[in-house]
């Protein structure tokens, strides 16, 4: 019986993976940021431009959105700490696009970076 930490591994084996260090680089030349945590992460803090697709609705997002359709966009996919998005750009490949690329360590570790973080103001406080 695989456990999660399992899939992880087995999904990581399969795609491409990028370090903090050349994440900025990927990101100028992205089409799109895809944050696949859920939205009470994200407004606490993402990568600025990114867009919030969390993990459980990821096939239905991508299928469904117009702007998100083409196979051949350049995509940067991030979670927490590199598990989600792993599991989510393996997914994608088998959904048929061509070119994602997952941040190692995830949100964490471009935080731990000291990189700019955007936040979404809460409703109450302005």
């Known amino acids: 019986m695989k456990t999660a930490q399992d899939l992880v591994l087995l ?3 399969h795609i491409v993976e990028i370090s903090i ?14 944050d696949v945590r859920e939205p009470d ?3 606490v803090g993402h990568i ?11 096939e239905f997002k991508m299928s469904l959105t117009e702007s998100l359709v083409p196979r051949d966009l ?8 590199g598990g989600r998005s792993a599991l989510s750009a393996k997914t ?3 959904m ?19 990189k700019p973080i955007a936040k979404i103001p809460h409703p109450e406080l302005g």
């Open 11 to 13: 999904a990581k084996a």
């Open 21 to 34: 260090d050349v994440v900025e680089d990927e990101i100028r030349s992205s089409d799109v940021v895809l």
């Open 41 to 43: 992460e994200f407004a």
């Open 48 to 58: 600025q431009g990114s867009v919030n697709v969390p993990r459980g609705l990821l």
């Open 74 to 81: 350049r995509i940067v996919i991030y979670c927490k700490n």
């Open 92 to 94: 994608l490949q088998e």
């Open 96 to 114: 048929g696009y061509l070119n994602i690329k997952a941040l190692a360590g995830g949100f964490d570790a471009w935080a731990a970076a000291g």
